[in-house]
Every structure is written in C-alpha cells, then in structure tokens.
C-alpha cells in the first residue's frame, strides 16, 4: 500500500538556508537521500519488504551523510570502533537483523545499519539483507516512466527481476505474451491459470531461454543504447505476433520457431548451457582484379585482416583469390554482410580496379584434405 510522506520539512528548508549540518568543506560526503528524493520529486512511497540488496547499489544516507566521507568510511573513532565489532561478529557467523534501507529507482540510502553495510562491504559481501521501503519519482522524465512502467509491469505479474526496455509503452506486449501462455497452461493443464503463474512460467521457459541466446550472441553490440531486453521483445514481436515472412535472416526460424510454445518445447530439451547460438559462420571467396605496382601491397594488407584465411596470386583473367571467413547473426543477411566487409576493406583500398564475391551454396572437404592441413 502506497503512502505519501509530507513534501514540507521546515527544519531541512532553515538548515539549509543557513548551511547548517552539511558536510565539512575539506571532505565530501556520501549522498544525502533528502536532496536525491527533492531532486526525483520521490514522495510516494510502497514497503517492499525484506530481500537482498547488492552492496553496489547502496550509495547514501537518510540523516547520517555527514557522518561517513564520500567512500562511506566513518569519521569518527567511535564509528570505526563500532564497525570492528560488527566484523568481529560476522566473522563468527552470527545473525545479525537486516539494514533498514529507502529506495530510489535504482539506488539504496541507509536508514538504520551503516556500520552493518560498512563491515559487510569489508568483508567482501557482494548482497546484504536489508528491509526496504521504495520511494516513487513523480518528476516527469523519459527515465522515470520508463522506470515506473518497468516496476509496474514486474509487481503486476510477480516477477523478481525487472525487464530493461528503453522505449516507452512496450510492456502491453509482453503482457500479450504471458496471457497467450495463460491460456495455453490453462489448456494443458485443465486447470485455471493466474497470470501471476503463467508470468512465472513464461519467465522461466521462453523469456530467459531467448535472452540468454541474445546475450550469448553479442548482439546486443551492435544496437547503441539498446538492451537485450530491446531485442528479446523486437524477435519475440516479430516471431510471435506479427509473423511478418521476410526476405533474409531465415535461417532464425530454424532457431526460433514461429510458434512460442514450439520454442518454449524446443528450449525445454536443452540444459542453459546447452542453448544453440545466434552466430553463424560463413565462407566466401572473393576475386579481385588490381594494378600490378600495387599488387605485393594489397597481398599484405590482405593477411592483416583477422577474417581472411588464405590468399592466392593467380594466373588469368583474375590476379588474387582470397578466402574470408565471417561471423553474422541470424538477423543479418549475407549480402549485407559481405557489403560490409568488401565496401570498408578492400574496395577502398588504392590499386584495386574490382572484385566478385563467391558465396558457396555447398560445401565439402576431403578427410585426406583434413589431415594433411
């Protein structure tokens, strides 16, 4: 249940019209939660409860900002007494009851523990068990609906992990998806469904599975600003829902089957590190033709090239055969592919008069071939 603290704090505003309680000017402080919440507008607030809260991402206090230097070290001999103890008791193993923390998108300001989080961040603890309660920015930015939508949609299926998507009004679709999976579990098993169970269940064994292939490809690398998040839902959308045929990248269906139950069965088979990859290999042999004072030039610029494997001089109508080996995707095609490489490689290249590229439709090597090489 949310709650709406008061915006007004007369104390804070006269403290700080007089420069009272701030830091020392010879040091700074850790962040201060009152002037991040100000600056979010962060009034309204829910109890999360109890869970484990990475150390990483506690970066302030609520009161207490004066009493720690920016790296959250104590000022004071007392401070550092207390820590020790602290250590001492952890080291041994005892249970201590968890920091009390409040919430700000993505980081964490310490109400109660700071010489808890001190001595677990000593220690080399990565989590810390902590009680939260969360405060929600009001302060109208892309980054702030983008973050409300991102939480909202997470509590209304009763997931423990956010979805990272960078444009707004998206989620509505993986909703789409969670209900289709509802209704099909509803089916399978002859027995209502919640959507908080079909969400579970679909996490599980269709979002996770997907985005692990994404992530495992790199492909994320060549989409600025983007998540894995953003390509899940992009091939989920275009696989699932729209279904749209197209003209290159086929060979994802082999991967990613049109049906998302059929990829939910199919992923089932396969233990996590076990999943296909989304990368291909493919072999081209490219002709060029090039004047004969730059020849020797071209030959080395050529072996530089992490992606060509052999290179021949050649008697005839051609001077160079070059062998290359790329890696693409399943959402690229191989003629843009190759363009790619061709246009920024050798076509720009001084004394190269043309080329031709061979893309081979099958393939087959010898085994005497294979061991010789």
Request: charged letters at 30%; proline letters at 5%.
């Amino acid at each position: 249940m949310a709650i709406a603290p008061s915006k007004y704090n007369p104390l804070r505003l006269l403290k700080k019209a007089f420069g009272i309680g701030g830091c020392p000017p010879e040091d700074n402080c850790v962040p201060s939660f009152d002037e991040r919440r100000e600056d979010e507008a962060a009034y309204t607030s829910i109890k999360r409860g109890t869970r484990m809260v990475p150390i990483a991402n506690i970066v302030g206090s609520v009161g207490r900002y004066h009493d720690f230097d920016s790296h959250f070290v104590p000022r004071t001999p007392d401070g550092n007494e207390r820590e020790e103890a602290i250590v001492k008791l952890m080291r041994e193993g005892r249970q201590l009851p968890p920091i009390s923390l409040y919430q700000i998108k993505d980081e964490y300001f310490i109400l109660d523990g700071h010489h808890r989080f001190t001595a677990a961040r000593k220690l080399g603890h990565r989590e810390i068990s902590a009680c939260i309660l969360e405060l929600l920015p009001s302060k109208d930015t892309l980054e702030n609906r983008l973050y409300l939508e991102r939480i909202d949609f997470r509590d209304r299926a009763g997931l423990n992990k956010t979805i990272d998507l960078t444009e707004p009004g998206q989620f509505h679709l993986l909703e789409q998806q969670i209900r289709e999976h509802r209704e099909f579990l509803g089916n399978e098993r002859q027995q209502d469904v919640t959507f908080e169970q079909a969400a579970a269940e679909w996490y599980r064994s269709i979002y996770r599975p997907l985005a692990t292939l994404i992530g495992n490809s790199g492909l994320v690398n060549s989409f600025q600003g983007r998540t894995v998040d953003d390509l899940y839902l992009y091939i989920s959308v275009q696989q699932w829902i729209k279904g749209r045929s197209r003209r290159y990248g086929i060979e994802i269906d082999k991967l990613i089957p049109r049906n998302m139950e059929e990829f939910r069965s199919k992923m089932a088979r396969h233990k996590e590190q076990e999943y296909p990859e989304m990368r291909r290999e493919i072999t081209v042999f490219v002709l060029i033709n090039v004047e004969g004072i730059h020849e020797q030039r071209i030959i080395d610029k050529l072996l530089e090239l992490p992606e060509v494997r052999e290179v021949h001089c050649v008697h005839g109508s051609i001077d160079i055969i070059v062998k290359v080996t790329l890696m693409r995707d399943l959402l690229t095609s191989d003629a843009e592919l190759l363009s790619e490489f061709i246009q920024s490689t050798i076509r720009s290249w001084k004394g190269v008069i043309s080329t031709q590229t061979l893309l081979p439709g099958f393939s087959r090597i010898k085994d005497d071939d294979r061991r010789r090489g």
